[in-house]
């Protein structure tokens, strides 16, 4: 096994709020039937890489149970195959607890060591992206790399977000700041590193030790000093839906007559853990256009450029339009939904509407996540008979009939239950109660 694949896949993912505050962000759903970390899994065998490490930590059970012992990606191997690599307690008066993206592969020192790869592939396990990490890993190789970084632009507007990089004609690596407020260019890293292993080691060991470290803030910059760090262009679609308003965007692209990206791709399959459900069932009054249907759905209504996730049941005179909704979600008869993110077992009472009006008054609690017309449902929530919501509104898990003191919610509302706030302030009894 000359590659070893490491997966980052213990971030919370704030930035998706009510979304990741019972799942970690690598786990939430895409495209209806998939879970973000299908792609860098699904990645990882299509390149022919088939030793992968997972690191997880936060609420890594959907995840842990998503991936099992990985035969949807053919990575249940006698030699090779998916580890989970959760945090572990080691030298007394030690933390377990992964403090950063570099310290998370500094506490698992050891598993690189035994496997014992020539280069090392870190990735994130919350990006959107079809990419052949096989040809970056023989253009790191060609250059006599000692880390290849691979980047791509990005709107100018969302530098910010990314580490931002400069580099002289022979691609060599001049430069690297971490979500500048100010970017200088807008060439921003992937978050996808190869490393020769003796390199990463000596840096880890040098840089990390036992303190909070990121590759971005710790291990790039000096590195770009003594070492030969090369960019590794990728111009193929990849998007990091790290906010609501790109996971939303970019979900819906999908239903476009060409997407940018290709689902349907024999030559680069994307693998995943299905749920055994029957075939959609359409009624007799029943329209969807637009729109993926995933499997055990059951469409009595109208669906419009929207994502219906397995499991979901529409009933009669219900319309869905420029929506996300999770599995096993019900909405009732004669109920609108239209611009709205609903995560699982959510129940729409009938005649309610939801993403109504034009008043885009931002989220009172959220201003920066939501301000453009958005509407998100966290889990288990239940919206009454006859409820009417606006926009930028947040409503909690677990909200129930008797939480609404209105059935007018108005736009950039927030409504909350108890449970749903324990669970949003990490009460770890209330999520394990949620995700049960």
């Not at 590659?3 to 979304?19: M, P, S």
């Not at 807008?186 to 996808?192: D, V």
Request: aromatic share 8%; hydrophobic share 35%.
């Amino acid at each position: 096994m000359k590659t070893l694949a490491l997966i980052l896949a213990g971030g919370r993912g704030t930035r998706l709020d009510i979304l990741s505050t019972h799942r970690a962000k690598p786990s939430v759903p895409f495209a209806g039937k998939f879970r973000l970390i299908d792609f860098a899994l699904s990645n990882c065998v299509n390149s022919g890489i088939y030793n992968v490490g997972v690191l997880t930590q936060y609420l890594p059970l959907s995840l842990n149970n998503h991936i099992g012992i990985g035969k949807p990606w053919d990575l249940d191997r006698r030699m090779g195959g998916v580890t989970i690599l959760q945090p572990f307690r080691g030298k007394p008066g030690t933390t377990d607890w992964y403090e950063g993206t570099a310290h998370a592969i500094y506490k698992n020192m050891s598993f690189i060591e035994n496997k014992d790869p020539e280069d090392v592939v870190i990735l994130s396990g919350d990006h959107v992206y079809e990419m052949d990490y096989s040809k970056m890993v023989d253009y790191h190789k060609e250059k006599g790399a000692d880390l290849t970084i691979a980047a791509q632009p990005v709107p100018y507007e969302d530098a910010n977000r990314f580490g931002i990089l400069d580099y002289n004609d022979d691609m060599r690596i001049t430069d690297f700041v971490e979500k500048p407020e100010n970017p200088p260019s807008n060439l921003a890293s992937m978050g996808i590193y190869v490393f020769k292993k003796e390199v990463l080691l000596e840096v880890l060991e040098k840089y990390c030790s036992e303190k909070d470290s990121d590759f971005g803030h710790h291990i790039i910059p000096p590195m770009i000093e003594k070492e030969g760090v090369y960019l590794y262009k990728f111009d193929d679609y990849w998007k990091d839906v790290g906010t609501l308003a790109a996971y939303w965007e970019s979900s819906l692209e999908l239903t476009d007559p060409i997407p940018s990206l290709n689902l349907y791709n024999e030559d680069w399959k994307l693998h995943t853990r299905s749920e055994e459900k029957p075939p959609v069932k359409f009624g007799k009054d029943a329209c969807a256009s637009k729109s993926l249907i995933s499997n055990g759905s059951i469409i009595n209504g109208e669906v419009k450029n929207s994502i219906i996730s397995p499991g979901v049941y529409i009933e009669e005179g219900a319309v869905i339009k420029d929506s996300i909704i999770f599995n096993d979600t019900v909405i009732r008869s004669n109920s609108v939904v239209e611009k709205a993110i609903i995560d699982k077992e959510v129940e729409i009472m009938a005649n309610c509407k939801i993403g109504y009006g034009d008043d885009l008054t931002p989220n009172k609690d959220k201003p920066d996540l939501l301000d453009n017309g958005l509407n998100v449902i966290a889990k288990r929530a239940t919206i009454p008979e006859g409820t009417t919501i606006g926009r930028n509104c947040r409503i909690f898990s677990y909200v129930g009939v008797d939480d609404f003191n209105s059935k007018d919610i108005p736009s950039g509302s927030t409504v909350t239950s108890e449970i749903g706030e324990k669970v949003a302030a990490g009460d770890e009894d209330h999520v394990r109660e949620l995700n049960t």
